[in-house]
């Protein structure tokens, strides 16, 4: 994001970045993936299609076995999620998103590890740079209060361990907090209200579950 102030943060090319970073840490957290990647027992790719019987959908990253789209039997899966401002509605639909991605991914293949990455924003004074956006004003909110109900909305969901559990709970999921303006760098935020090493939806405890699964 710092290499690219003011570019929108939702738009493909970050969560292609994000993605890149994921693999790069699944291959150092498991030898097994590593070699599975570097055999081409396992494939790396961005912004599949991933089908079931009745329907498709885009995912940000998928590594899977196969070539045609129609034929990749997907393993395991990230889809990456924002919300950089307007929490109370954004974190909503996007709870609402990893419900139907986690019951898409579990329909086309049962044993499928789907976990998700959710980046929130503590900034209360976000720019967004859509042009819709430029002239808007914005209410004052608690942002530390706001920010802190998003992430427990996201810890509290269910992670599925074995592909006999409810399908619209994903494997793995982390929660990234950044403090961003749109006009300035960005800040990785560590300190409360992020998620702690202890807290499942930590970034490096979501690397660590993926690979154990």
């Known amino acids: ?3 690219h102030i003011g570019f929108n943060p939702r738009a493909q090319q970050s969560s292609n970045a994000l993605s ?3 693999v790069s840490d699944l291959r150092s957290a498991s030898q097994l993936i590593d070699a599975a990647l570097s055999s081409g027992l396992l494939k790396e790719k961005k912004n599949a299609e991933v089908f079931t019987n009745v329907a498709n959908r885009n995912v940000d990253l998928v590594l899977h076995t196969g070539d045609s789209a129609l034929a990749i039997s997907v393993v ?3 889809e990456n999620k924002s919300i950089m401002t307007a929490h109370g509605k954004a974190r909503k639909n996007r709870l609402g998103d990893l419900i ?3 019951n898409h991914m579990h329909n086309h293949r049962r044993d499928c590890i789907a976990a998700g990455i959710i980046v929130v924003n503590l900034s209360a004074a976000y720019r967004n740079p859509d042009p819709f ?3 808007l004003r914005r209410a004052r909110f608690d942002a ?3 920010v802190a109900d998003t992430i427990r909305l996201f810890a509290a ?3 599925r361990d074995e592909p006999h559990e409810p399908s619209d709970q994903p494997e793995a999921l ?3 907090l950044i403090d961003y303006d749109g006009v300035g760098e960005a800040r990785l935020v560590t300190d409360i209200p992020a998620p702690q090493r202890t807290d499942p939806t930590c970034y490096e405890n979501f690397i660590r579950r993926i690979a154990d699964l």
């Open 174 to 176: 982390a929660v990234i």
């Open 100 to 102: 139907a991605y986690s």
């Open 20 to 22: 890149d970073f994921v």
């Open 144 to 146: 530390q209060k706001v």
């Open 157 to 159: 969901m269910p992670l």
């Open 133 to 135: 956006a430029k002239e």
């Open 76 to 78: 395991a899966s990230v």
């Open 1 to 3: 994001m710092n290499r």
